[in-house]
């Protein structure tokens, strides 16, 4: 305990916990999803959800971690309910999941760099992403990625993760910003705006069903939430910390990058008539490449904006690793090294499947969003509230205390409102699964 690894400086803490959270969860997965759920009114509910649902549970995960100081599973034994630690062991279990196929879309980045460089998709963007995204290049790229991951974690918190992450989160927000500054200047941009920016309230009468979950998956799933990350990162903090403040500054840079991806994606795909959402998990490799193809600057642009779309998966990447890593290394203290190496191939095994087959890696990640995130955030949600209450109350208020005397009615809110509306996800999630197994076994 006296030698584990802590950040070296709040700042680095909060852009490490803010790297995991802005990663292809926002830049890859939100423009997607944004355009498969209706637009502006998903943006709305997913912001709320953020606030209102995801806050509060980001909160429960930090008192978790900074009071016990330990790895994801050992966390519930050092505060006195070992029991619980099957959490933990779910929420590892579903970053290495997460990892496997995030790995091989990291991979594809990689690829559409230097395809940009070359205008390598401009001639058929669809055939190209069709051609790459499975097969024995997509599982070469699928190992180059995990590399550089592996690379980074095993140089430690401060000099690998920390170090990484302080470039990496500026880096992002400067050249997302720049992107959407030179987007709204583009012919037909303010229809992709006004699709982005301007509700219809039309829109989530008639599909608020299908909204909701959605949007309350991805604010999970892009704040890293139920999958261990910020337990485990906020076991590295000092007791001085205000994680109330903390958080909400993670929150506010990861919807502000959620925002950006937005604004870049959305002008781009309407200024080339290229309809939203048309692509699924593909969509930022078919629908702006599709753009790109049609720009005068469009390699340039293409390089700069899927350089990015990089930074930002590795570094979430890099917090999904270290959650396997944190535990083996506490645990069994093995060198960090070899460990992250260890992982690194079995998270490769793993990631076979999905490098192999584009409906693999669309299941996996199906799987991930709608049953094992909010099922480990509502297991978390639960024991706080219910099992260790005032306790995460008391570490709340810990260092600067701005939960000051809101610390009873946080509580409440994630006893009675987050964990209801985790319940309300979770129950939908496993319904759509099973209607997608169902599919798939009356077409075989």
């Known amino acids: 305990m006296d030698t584990r690894e802590t950040w070296a400086s709040r700042l680095g803490f909060i852009l490490a916990a803010v790297g ?5 969860g926002n830049v890859w997965r939100f423009p997607y999803v944004t355009a498969a759920n209706g637009g502006a009114v998903f943006l709305v509910v997913y912001l709320i959800a953020a606030v209102a649902i995801g806050l509060p549970a980001m909160l429960a995960e930090f008192a ?107 880096a992002i927000l400067v050249v997302l910003v720049g992107l959407a500054v030179w987007g709204v200047t583009l012919s037909g941009a303010g229809d992709g705006l006004s699709y982005f920016l301007s509700p219809d309230i039309d829109v989530f009468a008639n599909d608020y069903a299908t909204i909701v979950p959605a949007a309350v998956g991805q604010a999970f799933f892009s704040l890293s939430l139920g999958m261990g990350v910020m337990i485990t990162y906020a076991s590295y903090l000092g007791r001085d910390d205000d994680l109330a403040v903390d958080g909400g500054l993670i929150v506010v840079l990861n919807s502000a990058v959620g925002i950006l991806a937005g604004l870049v994606a959305f002008p781009l795909l309407f200024s080339q008539n290229v309809e939203p959402g048309s692509a699924g998990a593909g969509a930022i490799f078919v629908s702006l490449a599709t753009a790109f193809a049609s720009l005068p600057a469009g390699r340039l642009v ?46 490769f095994a793993l990631g076979l499947p999905s490098a ?40 709340l208020q810990q260092g600067a205390g701005r939960l000051g005397g809101l610390g009873p009615a946080w ?34």
């Open 20 to 24: 995991s959270a802005v990663g292809l």
């Open 64 to 170: 978790v971690g900074r009071r016990a100081r330990r790895n994801v599973i050992d966390a519930f034994d050092e505060i006195g309910y070992p029991t619980w630690g099957v959490i933990g062991l779910l929420g590892l279990a579903t970053g290495f999941w997460i990892l496997s196929y995030y790995s091989v879309v990291g991979g594809w980045v990689i690829r559409y760099v230097f395809a940009s460089a070359t205008g390598g998709y401009f001639g058929d963007p669809n055939a190209y992403f069709q051609g790459i995204a499975a097969g024995p290049a997509a599982v070469g790229f699928h190992a180059l990625f995990l590399g550089l991951t592996v690379g980074i974690v095993a140089l430690g918190v401060e000099d690998g993760i920390e170090l990484a992450t302080k470039v990496m989160v500026p």
């Open 411 to 444: 509580l409440w809110l994630v006893r009675v409102v987050v964990l209801a509306t985790l319940v309300g996800i979770l129950l939908l999630g496993v319904a759509d699964i099973l209607a997608v197994y169902a599919d798939i076994e009356l077409l075989g």
């Open 302 to 347: 293409g390089v700069v904006f899927f350089g990015v779309v990089l930074v930002a998966a590795l570094s979430s990447a890099i917090s999904l690793l270290e959650v396997v890593v944190s535990y083996a290394v506490d645990r069994y203290a093995v060198g960090r090294l070899r460990t992250a190496v260890a992982v690194g191939v079995l998270v």
């Open 356 to 395: 192999t087959s584009l409906e693999t890696l669309t299941l996996f990640d199906r799987v991930a969003s709608n049953v094992w995130l909010p099922l480990g955030a509502t297991l978390v949600v639960a024991f706080v509230g219910w099992v260790y209450g005032q306790a995460a109350v008391d570490e």
